[in-house]
């Protein structure tokens, strides 16, 4: 059985910093990208970053590129996001996933590419 959880989210005035942290089971490291992506109220889910399952190759949506950073410990089963200089736009529920190897790469961070879902943690970025 495949399961992802989120933890880490939280309120944090602009500019702050929050790290999210997702402890997967059941998904095969060896062949899966990892990926983070988004959901603001009213607003379709977006995928900011991916990660491949063993060369360490990323992948960043334009909305996350040079603010947030992905990693992943395919020892521990856990992907993170290190997110920097939020701004209340980033305001959303944050999901993590697991993607079966596409065709391209950059598909990776495309909803219909996910194979399971994570329930989601809530970052709020306000003063």
């Known amino acids: 059985q495949v399961q992802l959880v989120e933890s880490g989210g939280g309120l944090v005035q602009p500019g702050g910093s929050l790290k999210l942290s997702c402890v997967t089971s059941?998904?095969?490291?060896?062949?899966?990208?990892l990926a983070w992506f988004r959901q603001a109220p009213g607003k379709e889910r977006e995928g900011l970053s991916c990660?491949?399952?063993?060369?360490?190759?990323?992948y960043y949506a334009d909305s996350a590129k040079g603010r947030f950073t992905i990693s992943r410990d395919n020892d521990k089963g856990t992907v993170s996001l290190q997110m920097n200089d939020l701004k209340p736009e980033d305001t959303a529920v944050y999901y993590c996933a697991a993607v079966p190897p596409t065709l391209l790469f950059s598909r990776c961070i495309v909803p219909g590419s996910v194979e399971a879902w994570g329930q989601g943690t809530q970052v709020t970025v306000s003063s």
């Open positions: 990660m491949s399952a063993n060369e360490g190759r990323t």
């Open positions: 059941g998904v095969p490291l060896d062949q899966y990208a």
